[in-house]
């Protein structure tokens, strides 16, 4: 009985080996902070009482006729995402034995939901150029579905912490505005030995429309994004995490005749080997508290580039309320408040 519970944790540690591709690709989010459109009132007379070190550049800018928001901000940004995930070539090893590769396991469609929350602060270098860091938590539940050699589902809950940098550049485009953010985020995971890259490249064009004299103002924007992680994860699992009841006797009954079964016959001989390789290590008899799976897994987001839409509140020049949504196959929903000063 003890080698079919060995069983049943390894496939538990394949599925979540592809859970944690997903996280990271989830909370390096681009965000803008335009306010470039022509305001010749009294943007020009501010100008005369310009005394700042930044932007760079602001007062010329401002001379001009064109309006700059306050250089310096603090973000606090609250964010749901839901994604699919494609996942690759596995390679697994069994306490601290060599990696085993075990391509003859497929998975199916396979799915993250995100709840991240971060603080960000920025900065406006030039009239044009933002730069920015952060720093955030995020919880993650993955459900991953096994189809071969066992179809299975497993849903793991996991948390984690990030932590990036950004620059965003902005210019006016025949009265409008349009935005390029490019960022670079590294999610340290609690099942991956180490932390894992993600960039995220934004383009945003929309319009300020100002609402009173006072200045309250409103931005609409569309736009796309494209994201990128790092295609090879590693790290290990504890086998002591179990799989959906109804997968236990699915497990025990493949496992006493695996190697008379039709998968087993339509494997090429080397992939017979890995499998009875991977397999015969469930029979040494490792103890169940201590036994870990080690894996390296190849994997890559279904849907890399989305669509955006969102709106921002300029209530004045030193609050503004942001919302974003992501849309067609990464969908998401974004909440930023804002506080902005001089510096």
Known sequence: MQRYVMLIRLFQAIATAGVLVVTTVNVAFAQNNINLESDTGDVKQRASEYDYIFPIWGKDVMERGFDVPYPAGANLIGMYITQPIDIGQLQLGLNGGPLVPVPSITFGENSSTVYTGNLRVDLWLFPFLNVYGMYGIAQANTTVNVTTPIAFT??????????????????????????????????????????????IIGLRMGHTFPLDNKGMKLAAWVGMMKAEVASVTNGSIALSEALPPDAVQKVEEFYENYQTSEWYSNLAKWQQAAVDEMFGKLSEGQPLQNATVQYDIDKALAVPTNFLVGLQWEINKEWLVRTEAGLFGRWSAMLNINYRFRI
Request: aromatic share 16%; charged share 15%; no cysteine.
């Open 154 to 199: 497993s849903s793991v809950d996991q948390p984690g912490k990030y932590y990036g940098v950004g620059v965003t550049s902005a210019f006016g485009v025949w009265g409008h505005w349009a935005s390029i953010d490019i960022n670079w985020a590294w999610a340290d995971l609690e099942k991956l030995s180490e932390p894992v890259l993600t960039n």
